[in-house]
């Protein structure tokens, strides 16, 4: 069957109908457990009750007045994220990469303020994901997402993920920011090693950048912590977050100290959907149940349950796994065999991953998820293993038959 949505995805031949929990039923009625979340948007499973009598009950008064008016449900929402952050402000956006491009737009606002509009040059990390704005796709890098769309916008110096000496070297007299992924996402659950991020923190401190975290995949309680800058014991001046916040209805938020924001001053930037009233009502149920007390220690616990439940996946299949890295729900599986053909033989075993970079396969469940979902999601990877061996067995016992003949 033809298809009239642009073909820049390679679609699985599967699709859904409804969703409850961690579980998602198919339209041939088939049940798969969910541990790709929607790629972390579904941070509290699907049919919440709690959300969906948010979603219901301001869909029934009202859904979108512009920011020309006050907006109580996007102003109770930032005072919550100001007093659970580092933040002094938030914008709202309607996804990650306009967050991120606010938060680069912010910086550079900054150093344009502070009397340096030449330091517009922001530091990346190779293996980064930012979004797929023409300034995103400069700031991660990714030659494939880049080729073809016009010259690259300017001013984004890329050095090796977690290496301090680059990132030092990279600092010259236009650099005004430094912009990373507390641990990457898409580039396949890359955790810096200890103490990289407090010492960018101290280098930017010593020259006067701006520190940015982009938390769009980490954020809100999906590591096992509110954001995963507590993870660091440093704070960014600037954070961009998405995802999970909106629970699966689009919404995103760039957030800023004071001094950081100085720049964003009357007309400065803007948006027409951001902060509605419907998606900032939803993102405030998604943070009466992450903030509430015991909420985020389960993450944290029901990390810890999956990455160990993982270990020993990959003692039982070392053929299979190489590595398990990540925090919190969030985790990643690093792949000998093709992580495609991985999450195929995971899809055989009704139970979603995400493909990300450096062939790893991404976890980011519900963070709802209990004890009983983690023991079946482990059953379910290992027969995905089995599957992955079996296969290959097959592939290589012809050939053997063939050599003896
Ligand atoms: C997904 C993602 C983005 C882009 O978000 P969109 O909503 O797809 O624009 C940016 N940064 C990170 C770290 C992400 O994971």
């Not at 031949?13 to 049940?31: K, S, V, Y």
């Not at 938030?90 to 150093?111: C, D, L, M």
């Not at 096992?224 to 660091?232: H, N, Q």
């Not at 100290?257 to 993102?283: C, D, I, Q, W, Y």
Request: aromatic share 8%; with cysteine; proline share 5%.
């Amino acid at each position: 069957m033809s298809s009239s949505l642009l073909p820049t995805y390679a679609r699985a031949d599967l699709a859904f109908e409804r969703g409850d929990g961690a579980w998602l039923t198919a339209t041939t009625g088939e049940r798969f457990l969910d541990f790709g979340g929607g790629i972390a948007v579904a941070s509290l499973g699907y049919s919440h009750p709690h959300l969906i009598a948010a979603l219901t009950e301001q869909g029934g008064k009202l859904w979108h007045t512009s920011n020309l008016f006050k907006i109580p449900q996007a102003e109770h929402l930032a005072a919550r994220l100001v007093e659970a952050t580092f933040a002094d402000y938030v914008f709202f956006t309607n996804s990650g990469a306009e967050a991120v491009e606010g938060a680069i737009k912010t910086a550079r606002k900054y150093q344009s303020v502070s009397g340096h509009p030449e330091k517009f040059h922001i530091v990346t990390f190779e293996g980064a994901f930012h979004g797929r704005t023409l300034a995103t796709i400069a700031a991660g890098g990714n030659p494939k997402y880049i080729e073809g769309f016009g010259p690259k916008a300017e001013g984004f110096d890329q050095v090796p993920f977690g290496d301090i000496e680059a990132a030092k070297a990279a600092i010259g007299p236009q650099t005004g920011a430094i912009l990373i992924e507390p641990i990457q996402g898409e580039g396949g659950i890359r955790v810096p090693r200890p103490g990289f991020l407090r010492a960018l923190r101290e280098l930017c401190d010593r020259h006067g950048l701006l520190l940015v975290f982009d938390e769009v995949q980490t954020g809100v309680g999906r590591v096992g912590k509110f954001f995963a800058y507590e993870l660091s014991g440093v704070a960014p001046d600037i954070m961009a977050v998405a995802k999970g916040i909106g629970g699966g209805f689009p919404l995103g938020a760039f957030l800023a100290t004071r001094e950081a924001a100085k720049g964003m001053t009357l007309g400065a930037h803007g948006t027409t959907f951001g902060g509605n009233p419907l998606a900032t009502s939803v993102g405030n149920a998604v943070l009466d149940v992450v903030l509430a007390p015991g909420f985020i220690e389960h993450v944290a616990s029901m990390g810890l349950r999956l990455k160990q439940g993982l270990a020993e996946l990959k003692d039982r299949h070392p053929g299979v796994i190489a590595e398990i890295r990540g925090e919190g729900l969030m985790q990643g599986i690093a792949l000998r065999p093709p992580v495609n053909e991985f999450a195929a033989a995971a899809r055989a075993e009704k139970i979603l991953v995400i493909p990300a970079g450096d062939n790893v396969a991404r976890l980011l469940p519900p963070l709802i998820v209990g004890e009983e979902e983690i023991g079946e999601a482990i059953k379910r990877l290992d027969a995905a293993c089995l599957r992955l061996e079996r296969d290959r067995s097959a592939a290589v016992a012809p050939d053997l038959s063939g050599a003896a003949e």
